[in-house]
């Protein structure tokens, strides 16, 4: 008798780390208010994040350096351009929207990065997007504003609208970045070295005043507690910044960039949830109908893609170890040589 043995396809498990990371990330906004409340700026609260997740990831950037340097050197400024684009630059843009923009209207902007991508596989493919695509962009985005719950008198600034757009570019770039493993930069070296260019670049900022860094060490409230500020920082640093980082682009070099650009938008409405739990504030009927569009845009999205042909410049398989040489040529035979650094 046979015995078949069923085993997890890597799609499936690189959904799973998605969907993870998306819940990791939209911890922060919970972390961070709690900061906020205790007198903390949010460039602050930026450089905390950005710089602790960076000390954390030293001594595995180190090693992987020390033990890599023949197979990443070349990829060095690429990691560089990573952490001033999709983690500096990103967060940045996104906080000066906030100051010209209510909250929910900056994070809508910057959730946009799906349907940029969208655009910018048309323009790269001279290919227009399918229907099923297209109709989960609709869901997605549709489902994303009932999320944010954008009812009411909304303020509009032309200059944070702007900063809005960057930021969505910027938020882009990370999805197209982290899906290149052609080059074999392990997801620590690309996370942890990005957030030390990155958190040199926010200190930089705050220095020269482009970004007020306001701290405090007074006890903060989080979960309805009062806890040392070391909690929301940790928790700021480890979760939401270390963890989230790294399988993010785990998750991105398995799904592909679009794929995972769509299912980053589970962040929004994991967000919801988390300050549901955390904060008290209950989501409103039509934000769970909204999230359910965008459960709805994803699974639309992910169906065009088994459907369809993949596009190899944006879609990467995830080989985080060193390839043997006539596995990296079979690899490379498939991929195009476009190269996708911005």
Not at 198 to 216: D, K, R, Y
Request: net charge positive; with cysteine.
């Amino acid at each position: 008798m046979t015995t078949i043995r069923k085993t997890r396809s890597p799609a499936s498990s690189a959904l799973l780390v998605a969907l993870i990371s998306a819940a990791a990330f939209a911890l922060s906004g919970s972390f961070a208010k709690s900061l906020f409340e205790s007198g903390w700026s949010p460039g602050a609260a930026v450089a905390v994040r950005i710089g602790g997740g960076a000390v954390v990831l030293l001594a595995p950037v180190l090693v992987t350096l020390v033990r890599r340097w023949h197979t990443v050197r070349r990829s060095l400024g690429r990691v560089a351009l990573y952490g001033i684009v999709p983690i500096a630059l990103c967060q940045l843009f996104y906080f000066n929207a906030v100051q010209h923009l209510s909250v929910g209207v900056a994070l809508l902007l910057e959730y946009l990065s799906p349907v940029l991508l969208v655009g910018w596989v048309w323009l790269r493919t001279r290919t227009s997007p399918r229907v099923l695509t297209v109709l989960g962009a609709v869901c997605a985005m549709g489902g994303l504003v009932l999320v944010l719950d954008l009812a009411g008198a909304q303020k509009l600034d032309l200059q944070g609208v702007l900063w809005g757009l960057a930021a969505a570019v910027c938020s882009a770039a990370f999805f197209i970045m982290s899906a290149r493993s052609d080059d074999n930069v392990p997801p620590v070296l690309m996370a942890g070295g990005g957030m030390a260019v990155g958190a040199g670049l926010i200190f930089a900022l705050g220095g020269l005043g482009a970004m007020p860094l306001t701290f405090s060490t007074g006890d903060a409230i989080f979960a309805g507690r009062q806890v040392s500020w070391l909690v929301p920082i940790l928790g700021l640093v480890l979760v939401t910044t270390v963890f989230a980082y790294i399988a993010g682009i785990v998750a991105v070099r398995g799904l592909g960039s679009k794929v995972a650009s769509f299912v980053a938008l589970f962040e929004v409405l994991f967000a919801v949830i988390w300050a549901w739990l955390l904060l008290g504030e209950l989501p409103r009927s039509i934000q769970l109908l909204g999230g359910a569009l965008i459960v709805a845009g994803v699974v639309l999205v992910r169906l065009d893609e088994l459907r369809g042909p993949r596009h190899p410049e944006l879609e990467h398989a995830n080989y985080l170890e060193t390839l043997p040489e006539t596995r990296s040529e079979t690899l490379n035979s498939r991929q195009s040589n476009v190269d996708i650094c911005p």
